[in-house]
Each structure stands twice: as C-alpha cells, then as structure tokens.
Antibody, heavy 120, light 106 residues
Framework: EVQLQQSGAELGKPGTSVKLSCKVS????????MHWVNQRPGKGLEWIGR????????IYAEKFKSKATLTADTSSNTAYMQLSQLKSDDTAIYFC?????????????WGQGASVTVSS | DIQMTQSPSTLPASLGERVTINCRAS??????LNWYQQKPDGTIKRLIY???NLQSGVPSRFSGSGSGTDYSLTISSLEPEDLAMYYC????????FGGGTKLELK
C-alpha cells in the first residue's frame, strides 16, 4: 500500500521559515512527481508546485516562486517543502500528493496534511 | 495561467437526487481534467481522471464528462457519504483547482 506520511504541525513566527516533509512508503518517488497543495482556513485547494525527484526539476505556481522551495531525498524516499519569510497569510494546511501505477490504472495518494500556523 | 471556474459553490440536494457540478476553464484544456472529493475530516481523493475515467474503487454513481473548456461531474443518486467538498483540477498546464463545491443536504 502506498502511503504519504507528512510531518507534524508547525508554529512559526513571522519572517522565519519552516520545512515540511512527506515520507513515501510503498513506491519509489524517483518514478513520479510530488506535488504540494495548500488550503487556507475555510478556503479551497491551491497548487503550490511540483518536483521531479529523479532530477530535482521543479515548477512553481507564480505566487509561490519566492515563497516555497521543493526538494527531495531519494535515498530516504522523502520530499520536502520549505516555506520562507512566513506571514500570517501562510497559515494553512499543506498537502503532498502524487500519482502511482495501480493494478487497475493510475492512482493518487495524498498526505494527511500538515498544519502551519504563523503567529508572533 | 489557466483559471478554473466551478459552479455552484454550494449545492443543496436530497438523498437519491441526481446532482451535477460544473467547471469551466479559461481556455481549452484538452480533457486534462480531474475531479476530487474532500471529506469533512480533510482527506482528499481523486474520483475521476482525464475527464471521464472512474478512479479504481470509486462507486459507479460518479461520472464525468466534457470537452474543450466545459466539464461536469454527475452523481446519479446522492448517498449520505457523498456529502463533501468537490474540486475540479486542470493539468493541461501545471495544476489549477476550481474554487470548490460544497454538496450539502437540502
């Protein structure tokens, strides 16, 4: 069974950074893209960007280009997202998500979400 | 960037009712359209991929259709476990989600 286990809740002060992790079991992340999505309180889903763990190539949504940095460690099968220069507007739940091949076609898997609260 | 406009934002419906959620892209997306369900506990799963392909394990009462810029998700007969948020998502150019539809009991 493919599972994505995200790191725990983070409380960050304005102007600081946090780094979230997403550890994958049951599938080699080198064979897929890892996407990151956020959800602000009471709002919808918003795509942040994605990384190709095989080569480190990244694509970001325009508004997150200077906010998020995506990395991956294939040796531990873990993807990371660092959020910098935190502001109150970064308070949200952050999800990692990926596709993988299942017995009956492509499947998706999502992390459980990691809450980030920005407060002084 | 491709914008996705989803409607309605809230959909009151009765159990057993047929419901449809719509999604319009700001330009053609060549059927590169998925539908996701988010339950009240926050868990997210894909229901439909590439416009009309039912994800393995998803009940057959869910179906998707569309082309060009206009797409829809239909539930043929609403069950209690279907009360949730629904999002369309294009992947023709990066990803963009629609604003979401809250499916609630009438």
């Amino acid at each position: 069974e493919v599972q994505l286990q995200q790191s725990g809740a983070e409380l960050g002060k304005p102007g600081t950074s946090v780094k979230l992790s997403c550890k994958v079991s049951g599938y080699n992340i080198r064979s897929t893209y890892m996407h990151w999505v956020n959800q602000r309180p009471g709002k919808g889903l918003e795509w942040i960007g994605r990384i190709d763990p095989a080569n480190g190539n990244t694509i970001y949504a325009e508004k997150f280009k200077s906010k998020a940095t995506l990395t991956a460690d294939t040796s531990s099968n873990t993807a990371y997202m660092q959020l910098s220069q935190l502001k109150s507007d970064d308070t949200a739940i952050y999800f990692c998500a990926m596709d993988y091949p299942g017995p009956k076609g492509v499947m998706d898997a999502w992390g459980q979400g990691a809450s980030v609260t920005v407060s002084s | 960037d491709i914008q996705m406009t989803q409607s309605p934002s809230t959909l009151p419906a009765s159990l057993g009712e047929r419901v449809t959620i719509n999604c319009r892209a700001s330009r053609g997306i060549s059927n590169n359209l998925n539908w996701y369900q988010q339950k009240p506990d926050g868990t997210i799963k894909r229901l439909i991929y590439y416009t009309s392909n039912l994800q393995s394990g998803v009940p057959s009462r869910f179906s998707g259709s569309g082309s060009g810029t206009d797409y829809s998700l239909t539930i043929s007969s609403l069950e209690p476990e279907d009360l949730a948020m629904y999002y369309c998502q294009q992947y023709a150019s990066s990803w963009t989600f629609g604003g979401g539809t809250k499916l609630e009991l009438k």
